[in-house]
């Protein structure tokens, strides 16, 4: 059955005739939803494609955490979640294809062909590597032939489509991947630390490193998938939910974290962790009395 909103989309591809699919499905949030309870996908692998913002994926005991632009893939038959994090505010598509055989063929291809694509990607799973433009082209491609699904000829589109996605990820899973940050990442992440207590602006960040305004978000975003200022008050979020327990007004770890208003801090507690920093405090309050009785 497929679920279609303004916000999320899922299509169960059995029912365009894909036999060794289960489901496809994509969402844009604009903020955060309740986490992913704890599941699996019996005899079929999940390819998650995360765009932009950031998600986490928490699996035999190991926290997974995706920018934009990261790929990420679930064995079969493996119990997975989002762990203690909210499903978060961005954009991601995510794709299960059967393992076994014995349901049919993999979108026409041949044998040998398939069990090799099945086989590279198994291989990669449980790691994170990097996406390409091509691959949000074929999957928002897929979205637009579901839609209008049309008899024969979707299906042939279709079945090609979803054979280029497999291809595609298959080969980017194969390329080197950068193992450390880069050094003007951590240039930045130290003078975001070292200025945790103001606003910090995007200009003198570009500054820092030496480039334009303009050529920064640009090269910011395709580092993080996320804006510069998503990503300094994503930091100062985190900052908060160890300064909250702490000190447990909230309106001065607002100020001391350099948001102007106890309001606006409140806004953006709730945009990337789903809850009011009141309702954390109150959360981990009773967290800490039920562990200690």
């Not at 299509?11 to 844009?28: A, M, P, T, V």
């Not at 589109?157 to 054979?163: A, D, E, G, K, L």
């Not at 945790?196 to 395709?222: C, P, Q």
């Not at 990337?272 to 562990?291: E, H, M």
Request: aromatic content about 10%; proline content about 4%.
């Amino acid at each position: 059955m497929n679920s279609n909103n303004q916000e999320r989309t899922v299509f169960n591809l059995q029912e365009y005739g894909i036999s060794r699919g289960l489901s496809f499905g994509h969402y844009r949030y604009n903020e955060v939803k309740p986490g992913l309870k704890k599941h699996q996908h019996p005899k079929a692998l999940e390819i998650c494609f995360c765009m932009k913002g950031k998600q986490h994926y928490s699996l035999k005991g190991n926290v997974f955490a995706l920018n934009g632009n990261d790929i990420f893939i679930v064995p079969p038959d493996t119990i997975h979640s989002t762990g203690e994090y909210p499903e978060d505010k961005g954009e991601l598509f995510w794709i299960q294809i059967i393992v076994d055989p014995k349901y049919g063929r993999i979108c026409n291809l041949p044998e040998d062909q398939a069990n090799y694509l099945l086989s590279t990607l198994h291989q990669n799973s449980e790691l994170i590597f990097k996406g390409a433009f091509q691959l949000k082209y074929l999957l928002e491609k897929l979205v637009v032939q579901l839609d209008s699904f049309d008899a024969m000829l979707s299906k042939i589109m279709v079945n090609q489509i979803i054979s280029q996605i497999l291809l595609e990820t298959v080969i980017l899973s194969k390329q080197p991947q950068e193992t450390t940050p880069s050094a003007k990442l951590n240039m930045l992440d130290t003078f975001i630390q070292q200025h945790m207590h103001r606003i910090i602006y995007v200009d003198e960040m570009a500054n820092l490193i030496g480039v334009t305004t303009g050529y920064f978000k640009a090269w910011f975003k395709s580092k993080t998938g996320m804006p510069p200022k998503e990503y300094v008050n994503r930091l100062k979020i985190e900052h908060a939910k160890i300064d909250l327990i702490k000190c447990k007004s909230v309106t001065k770890v607002a100020f001391d974290l350099g948001f102007s208003s106890s309001q606006y801090f409140a806004t953006t507690f709730k945009k990337f962790t789903g809850t009011t920093p009141r309702s954390y405090i109150n959360s981990q309050n009773n967290l800490s009395n039920n562990t200690n009785h």
